[in-house]
């Protein structure tokens, strides 16, 4: 698609050579840009159409890259993208081997630093800032960090630390209500106050209208409105960090938002913005909808989503949100926690239904699970769903004050092992390794959605810690059942009798390993549990087989191989051991099922793998139909 100004643009540099009035053209320019690939691609499009006049003036103004500019979160950028000569790989948006869905600084120079969790925005702005101080450069960092992002505690850390530093730092704080599930705390509603402050504001220019006429009034009521704005606005906060605090001002109002920073430029000292933008801002199906609009998929700009034709199988994350509603009917001491993942989660039905048991503790995941710790001291049972990539931000609360005391959490851990599009950021391939090392904490891999429900029940049920790991999407289809009953706490299972060779399976990948087995003519147990390890399965297996593969969607160091590995040593065992799962490196952005393939974790990976390893131990090979011809 041709856009006559986008088509002149391939830096900023270009960029700030188009006069000032011609400005707005360029932003709708981007916004359709944006609209139109993200609706071929899929991909985060609310934020992103509600940053699109914020990213036209900074880029305006600053003298990037020169200028740092670090996005926080990072899945509002694609206008950035747009405006920094990669346009022309839109199409390829969160697709192997195109561009990443977030700032990757890999991929441009634009993109100063890798943000795709929240809230970190803030600090690595400073550390840029005090760099550019010691070195003289006097180059300006800009942090933009969401109204969400601002519940973190590591934001507020940051601001602590950047108060008392003379820098070039400008913390543009894009308040648009809205994260990804709609925010909560006392800090939303205080930055709330100004929606309520609009009298405020047409009185403020009406009185200076009035007041212009005499100028030494006009001045009294300057110097008063100075005293006075932090009892109004929301300033004081900010103000008391050390900030200068500026604002608030329309977010998508480029006349106010290019002359205010020109200003800002040119004063000393850590600065803050207060801008306010609307999600989806100029596509009014998102206006009207921002969640549904947060991440979708292929769609058709002038018809919008449209819900499938056939019912699509039920996700992991659906299973868990109705044994979360049903587990909270049978026991009234359950409460559900969530750190601002309400939709993601699956947890917006037990919300409707269980209001005063729902706590969504804002973008703060380490205070979520200290915060379950100090329910379950009270006899409550807390369930914490919290995607795996989230909660290793939460490691030392883990360890320090649930793991310590013992005390019966249960960690529901969504988006286990690779998640896709959203790349290594967000994938949850670590999980495994890092709570199996940690006492008291037990950690459950269900392989099916049936077994999904059934271990959260076993897992609910246990007097320590307990984390049930789940991929992202469906499973195979495996229909949950109605009750509530538990699968054996620690306990695996054989799915097929082979010979000689046994295939270990954690989690989902049992039915790719049932398959390869199928050619193979091996055995194959479903493990269940990484921790405790079925050792009195795994010692009968081992007597019986000559070779022993596990298989894994998680880190191979430290991972369940390792803890098979470890129970044979400890037994003085030797066998062969084959461990299959992900490598020691970070796995980039596409879809998940090339993605397990290109790592050799699909039924024909598993199988080739098998093969060159235990060639002398199995059959030969069947031929292929293309063989034979």
Partial sequence: MSYPLLDTIHSPADLRRIPRGQLKNVADEVRDCVLQNVS?????????????????????????????????????TYPHKILTGRRDRMPTLRQLGGLSGFPQRAESEYDTFGTAHSSTSISAALGMALASRQKGEGRHAVAIIGDGAMTAGMAFEALNNAGVENCKLLVVLNDNDMSISPPVGALNRYLAQLMSGQFYAAAKNVGKNVLKVAPPLFEL???????????????????????????????????????TLENIKQLEGPQFLHVVTKKGHGYKLAEADPVAYHGPGKFDP????????????????????????????????????????????????????????????????????????????????????????????????????????????????????LVGADGATHAGNYDIAYLRTVPNVSVACPADERECRQLLTTA?????????????????????????????????????????????????????????????????????????????????????HDALVTVEEGAIMGGAGSAVGEALQAAGIVKPLLQLGLPDTFIEHGDPVKLLAMQGLDAKGIEASVRTRFADLLAPAAPSLKSVA
Wanted: net charge negative; with cysteine.
């Fill in 40 to 76: 071929r691609t899929g991909g985060h499009l609310s934020s992103n159409l509600g940053t699109v006049e914020l990213t036209v003036a900074l880029h305006y103004v600053f003298n990037t890259p020169d200028d740092r500019l670090v996005w926080d979160v990072g899945h509002q």
């Fill in 221 to 259: 009521a300057r110097r008063l409105e100075q005293q006075a704005k932090g009892m109004v606005v929301p300033a004081t906060l900010f103000e008391k960090f050390g900030f200068n605090y500026v604002g608030p001002i329309d977010g998508h109002d480029l006349e106010s938002l290019i002359p």
């Fill in 302 to 417: 002038a018809v919008g989503l449209v819900h499938p034709a056939t019912q699509p199988k039920q996700t992991f994350t659906q299973v868990f949100g109705q044994w979360l509603c049903d587990m909270a009917e049978k026991d009234k001491r359950l409460v559900g926690i969530t750190p601002a993942m309400r939709e993601g989660s699956g947890m917006v039905e037990f919300h409707r239904r269980f209001p005063d048991r729902y706590y969504d503790v804002g973008i703060a995941e380490q205070h979520a699970v200290t915060f379950a710790a100090g329910l379950a001291c009270e006899g409550l049972k807390p369930v914490v769903a919290i995607y795996s990539t989230f909660l290793q931000r939460a490691y030392d609360q883990l360890i320090h004050d649930v793991a310590i005391q013992k005390l019966p959490v249960v960690f529901a851990l969504d988006r286990a092992g």
């Fill in 460 to 544: 609910y049920e246990q007097d320590h810690p307990v984390a049930v790991r789940y991929p992202r999407g469906a499973g195979v289809g495996v229909q949950p059942l109605p009750g509530l009953d538990p699968l054996p706490f620690g306990k695996g299972e054989v799915r097929r009798e082979g010979a000689r060779v046994a295939i270990l399976a954690f989690g989902s990948l049992l039915y790719p390993a049932l398959e390869a087995a199928e050619r193979l003519g091996v055995t194959v147990v479903n493990m269940r549990w990484v921790k405790p390890l079925d050792t009195e399965l795994l010692m009968q297996v081992a007597a019986s």
